[in-house]
Structures are given as C-alpha cells and as structure tokens.
C-alpha cells in the first residue's frame, strides 16, 4: 500500500496533529511537496500532501483563506501540513475554520519536525511499496509460469484471476471463451464477444476498457507481431496496482507464447494433412489413413463434407484476409466442440484458396454455414461445400465442392452446397455470359431468315423440339399443316448445316432456345423474337 495520510500521523517520529479532516486520512499521498506561493496550484499535479509556514499567505483573513483552500482542493491535494512555531504560533483561526469547512487534512508540524523529514518519509514509504509490488509481481511471474509449464492456459487464468482479487478469461480469434476464472466469470466474459471482435480488427498490441466502477474489465490482445490470436480479460472493481500490472502482463506473455507454440504445431499439422489430402484425392485412403494416424484418423472414419473456399477479387486491405479469418473461425468451432478438422491452404503461399474436410453434420460444417449466412455482405469469399462422403470418393467430393464452388462465383452467393445443384434445375446455369453468346452465334441464320418474312422457323423449331419431333402435335399448337411444318424443319437444317435427327444437335438447339429466351411454351400464332429485338416475318 502506498503512504496514506494516516500512516505519517502514525509515523512516531513525525509527531504531526490532525487539526481538521479526520475523515480523510486514508487518502494515499503522492509526494510530499513545499512552497510558500500564495497559489501553488500550477505546480501541483494531484496527490500531494502541500508543507507550508505561511510566508506570503494572509492566514489570517478568512475569505482569503477559503479560496486559499478551494484552489487546493481543486487541484487535487490531499492534504495541508501547516509549521506551527515559525511564522505563527498556532494554526490561523480563518484556515483551520477554511479547512473544516471544506474537509482538507489539516495537519500541524511541530517546530522540531522539518519538512524534509515529512518528505524523506514519504519517499521512503513510496520506494517500499513498489519495492513489495516488484516483488509481489515477480512471485506472481514465477507462479504463473509453473502452472503454464505444468497445467496449460487455464491455470495461467486462474492464477491470474486470484492474483488480481477479481476474475479473468481468455478469449480465442473468433470471441469464444477457452477459459474462465471463477466458474462463474464464464457467463459475464460471454457478454464481452462484441468488444473482443473489436479488439481483434485493431494490430497487436491493442488494450481497451470496459465497464463501470463496479466491474471493471481490461482486454488485451495475445499475439507477436500485426496479428491478434487471442484475447484476455481482467475484471476488478478498482485499477489494477502495481503488483497486480505486472501479474497481468506475465500472463499475457505467457499466453502469447502458449499462443505462437500452438500455431507452429497448427502449422505442422497443416503440413502433414496437405500430404493426407493429396493421398485421399490420389485413391490411397488407406495410406492417408496411416499418414493421418490419431490427429486425422477418427474424421476418416465417418462421413465428411469437403469445402472449397476462395477469396472474392477486392481491393487489398490492411490486416487479416479474408480466408485467414474463415479458417480461424472453423478452427475454434473444431476446437470447442472437440472436433477433428483438416484445413489445407492452396496456391502460391497458400494465398489462393482454402481446402477443409470435416465431419458431415458437425460443428465446423455449421460454423461454415453460419459465417456464409452472417457475413455474406462482408466475407469477402465464397464457399462450394460437397455433398457427406467418405474417403474412397475423396476425389469426386473434391470436383463436387469445385463445381458448388463455381456456382456460387457465377451466381455472386457466399456459399452453394453441391446438393442445390441436383435438386435445381439447369436453367439458371444458362444465364452465363458464354453461353448466351453461344446461342446467340447457333440461332442468328434462323433470326436473319426470319426477319426476312419467308417463314417462322425459330417459333416452328421450338414447337417441333418441345413436342418432342411429334409433327402432328407441333404442327397443331402452330395452326398450320404437317406438311408445312416439314417444309420448315428442313429449311432449318438446310440453314444451320445440321442433322435434327441428331439428340446432340436437338439438345443443343434447346438448350439456345432457353439461354435467349425462345424456349417458353408454344401456342398457335406465337412467335420468338431474335435477341437484338427483331421480329420474324409471319
């Protein structure tokens, strides 16, 4: 504890008398400080207890002696030691009744005490406290290195939580709480998501503080260099002391360094599951079933999803990208749920893409799901995730996520699942820009002969391909005899250079008339219209 007041009353060798503002004496002092300035204010900074004889005061004028005192009170002084025996006898009547009236400390010197006793002491009781704080920090520095080397992170928390009378948490990138001290820190440190996301956009080493006097919480981020990898929380009822800062900042290197540890293995581990993937994809799962052994093995063994994740183009941004966020966040939902995943960066310094397999109907495959929904405005990628499989199909769940992945690009959605793809339809894959100047390219003679008015072949293909070749039916639906409908369907042939009795060519005819618009139903009289907006003859 820093030097009170009360303990230079006490300190024998003083002998100060409390004259006024007993109530205060519990105030800490900050220094000691002399000046006979009639206003000392502008050299004072707060906390200091003010020794005076009086020189140039008029101690004796009462309002004088109240602005005297309100000027000390305003600039935070804590305390008036007044030298009795020097230039008065005995403490003036207007300050001691100015004293009393406002509760300033008044304290009486006696003549035999000189100041520079009052600041020896108070130099003295300051270097001890922060000699005992020292000391209390480095026993708390060794403590919580112990139980970091023997226990992990949550004995660093809870260590932490008792060192600083109060309770604490540690946080990974995502928000989620990996620990907390006491057990019931888990529920209060849970409402502290938002400001730890925040926390995380700011580069390492960022702090904030939140809440009121009562619950006070620190944050700080956890990690070397730009990147945050976590966070800690410290939640008191007051400013943390001197002893209690530096328990805090062991704790925060000692998390950062279990930090770092924990993303070099995770970088080991990536190494070693490209290697599985590759076997998976290459039709060994048996090898990439003994390469995975315990760390991989079990998410192996039962049905996974395979994802495929890029990043959409943008403007380059300062701080993490966006598939660095995406796979922190799948990482810690792997993590609290206890879950095996398998995250692969692929491309130049694994900058281009993301590859994940995980357990189907896990935690991981919702948190993707999750982060897609939430942050399809922002994500800044986009995802193909491939229907649940097992290791035999690796590599048909590989062109699966490739294809949902291809998909989700062209439709400008943050993720497709490739089981969309199936239970859809194909149409809305023709709105591409290719395949609608393909179809514009295979159906522009039949355009052309049209806008001529010698016939209405494109209305009289689509009836005959959407009768499925049936002349009679075709030819009803277009109010014109068979015969004439045979006439026409050769002419197309003869125009387009090719066989109708090829499927292929059928197909491909359809498919044009649906990528441009002429693939509706077929009723008589009804005519399409060519893409520039040409209407053919009659």
């Given at each position: 504890?820093?030097?009170?007041?009360?303990?230079?009353?006490?300190?024998?060798?003083?002998?100060?008398?409390?004259?006024?503002?007993?109530?205060?004496?519990?105030?800490?002092?900050?220094?000691?400080?002399?000046?006979?300035?009639?206003?000392?204010?502008?050299?004072?900074?707060?906390?200091?207890?003010?020794?005076?004889?009086?020189?140039?005061?008029?101690?004796?004028?009462?309002?004088?002696?109240?602005?005297?005192?309100?000027?000390?009170?305003?600039?935070?002084?804590?305390?008036?030691?007044?030298?009795?025996?020097?230039?008065?006898?005995?403490?003036?009547?207007?300050?001691?009744?100015?004293?009393?009236?406002?509760?300033?400390?008044?304290?009486?010197?006696?003549?035999?005490?000189?100041?520079?006793?009052?600041?020896?002491?108070?130099?003295?009781?300051?270097?001890?406290?922060?000699?005992?704080?020292?000391?209390?920090?480095?026993?708390?520095?060794?403590?919580?290195?112990?139980?970091?080397?023997?226990?992990?992170?949550?004995?660093?928390?809870?260590?932490?939580?008792?060192?600083?009378?109060?309770?604490?948490?540690?946080?990974?990138?995502?928000?989620?709480?990996?620990?907390?001290?006491?057990?019931?820190?888990?529920?209060?440190?849970?409402?502290?998501?938002?400001?730890?996301?925040?926390?995380?956009?700011?580069?390492?080493?960022?702090?904030?503080?939140?809440?009121?006097?009562?619950?006070?919480?620190?944050l700080q981020s956890l990690g070397t260099g730009r990147r945050v990898r976590g966070a800690l929380a410290v939640g008191t009822g007051a400013p943390l002391g001197t002893a209690e800062r530096y328990a805090v900042h062991s704790a925060i290197a000692l998390l950062t360094l279990t930090t770092e540890r924990s993303r070099s293995l995770q970088a080991a581990e990536q190494r070693l599951g490209a290697a599985?993937?590759?076997?998976?994809?290459?039709?060994?799962?048996?090898?990439?079933?003994?390469?995975?052994?315990?760390?991989?093995?079990?998410?192996?063994?039962?049905?996974?999803?395979?994802?495929?994740?890029?990043?959409?183009?943008?403007?380059?941004?300062?701080?993490?990208?966006?598939?660095?966020?995406?796979?922190?966040?799948?990482?810690?939902?792997?993590?609290?749920?206890?879950?095996?995943?398998?995250?692969?960066?692929?491309?130049?310094?694994?900058?281009?893409?993301?590859?994940?397999?995980?357990?189907?109907?896990?935690?991981?495959?919702?948190?993707?799901?999750?982060?897609?929904?939430?942050?399809?405005?922002?994500?800044?990628?986009?995802?193909?995730?491939?229907?649940?499989?097992?290791?035999?199909?690796?590599?048909?769940?590989?062109?699966?996520?490739?294809?949902?992945?291809?998909?989700?690009?062209?439709?400008?959605?943050?993720?497709?699942?490739?089981?969309?793809?199936?239970?859809?339809?194909?149409?809305?894959?023709?709105?591409?820009?290719?395949?609608?100047?393909?179809?514009?390219?295979?159906?522009?003679?039949?355009?052309?002969?049209?806008?001529?008015?010698?016939?209405?072949?494109?209305?009289?293909?689509?009836?005959?391909?959407?009768?499925?070749?049936?002349?009679?039916?075709?030819?009803?639906?277009?109010?014109?005899?068979?015969?004439?409908?045979?006439?026409?369907?050769?002419?197309?042939?003869?125009?387009?250079?090719?066989?109708?009795?090829?499927?292929?060519?059928?197909?491909?005819?359809?498919?044009?008339?649906?990528?441009?618009g002429d693939g509706g139903t077929t009723g008589p009289g009804a005519a399409g219209g060519p893409p520039g907006g040409a209407t053919p003859g009659a």
């Amino acid at each position: 504890m820093p030097p009170t007041l009360a303990s230079l009353v006490q300190h024998s060798a003083l002998k100060l008398t409390v004259r006024a503002g007993e109530d205060r004496l519990d105030t800490p002092v900050r220094w000691a400080h002399v000046s006979e300035l009639a206003d000392p204010v502008p050299y004072m900074e707060g906390g200091e207890l003010l020794l005076t004889t009086a020189l140039t005061l008029d101690a004796e004028d009462p309002e004088a002696m109240r602005r005297y005192v309100r000027r000390l009170l305003g600039a935070g002084v804590v305390g008036l030691g007044f030298a009795v025996g020097v230039n008065y006898e005995d403490i003036p009547a207007a300050l001691l009744e100015a004293a009393h009236e406002e509760q300033l400390p008044l304290l009486e010197v006696p003549r035999r005490t000189p100041f520079l006793a009052i600041s020896k002491a108070v130099s003295a009781a300051i270097a001890a406290d922060q000699y005992r704080a020292v000391t209390a920090g480095f026993e708390a520095q060794r403590e919580l290195t112990r139980a970091a080397l023997a226990e992990g992170p949550d004995a660093v928390v809870a260590r932490l939580a008792a060192h600083v009378d109060g309770w604490a948490a540690l946080y990974d990138t995502s928000g989620a709480v990996l620990a907390a001290s006491p057990e019931w820190a888990a529920r209060r440190a849970a409402r502290l998501t938002s400001d730890v996301e925040r926390l995380r956009e700011r580069p390492a080493p960022a702090s904030a503080v939140v809440g009121g006097t009562d619950d006070r919480v620190e944050l700080q981020s956890l990690g070397t260099g730009r990147r945050v990898r976590g966070a800690l929380a410290v939640g008191t009822g007051a400013p943390l002391g001197t002893a209690e800062r530096y328990a805090v900042h062991s704790a925060i290197a000692l998390l950062t360094l279990t930090t770092e540890r924990s993303r070099s293995l995770q970088a080991a581990e990536q190494r070693l599951g490209a290697a599985v993937l590759r076997m998976l994809l290459a039709g060994q799962p048996d090898h990439a079933r003994g390469v995975a052994g315990d760390l991989y093995g079990g998410l192996l063994d039962a049905p996974f999803r395979l994802l495929i994740a890029e990043p959409v183009p943008t403007e380059p941004k300062e701080g993490e990208t966006p598939l660095a966020v995406f796979a922190e966040n799948l990482e810690a939902a792997a993590a609290r749920a206890g879950e095996s995943v398998l995250t692969v960066p692929e491309g130049p310094e694994g900058g281009e893409r993301l590859v994940v397999l995980a357990g189907d109907g896990g935690a991981v495959v919702t948190a993707c799901e999750s982060y897609a929904t939430r942050e399809a405005e922002d994500a800044g990628l986009v995802v193909g995730l491939s229907a649940p499989t097992g290791p035999i199909a690796a590599g048909a769940a590989y062109k699966q996520a490739e294809q949902a992945l291809s998909v989700a690009r062209r439709r400008g959605r943050a993720l497709v699942e490739h089981e969309e793809l199936a239970a859809g339809s194909v149409l809305p894959l023709l709105a591409d820009d290719a395949v609608r100047a393909f179809a514009d390219g295979l159906l522009r003679a039949l355009y052309e002969h049209d806008a001529t008015g010698r016939g209405d072949l494109v209305a009289s293909l689509r009836a005959w391909l959407s009768r499925h070749g049936q002349w009679d039916a075709a030819a009803a639906d277009l109010g014109v005899h068979r015969h004439t409908l045979r006439y026409r369907m050769r002419r197309v042939e003869e125009i387009l250079g090719r066989s109708l009795d090829d499927p292929d060519v059928r197909m491909e005819l359809w498919l044009a008339l649906k990528a441009t618009g002429d693939g509706g139903t077929t009723g008589p009289g009804a005519a399409g219209g060519p893409p520039g907006g040409a209407t053919p003859g009659a």
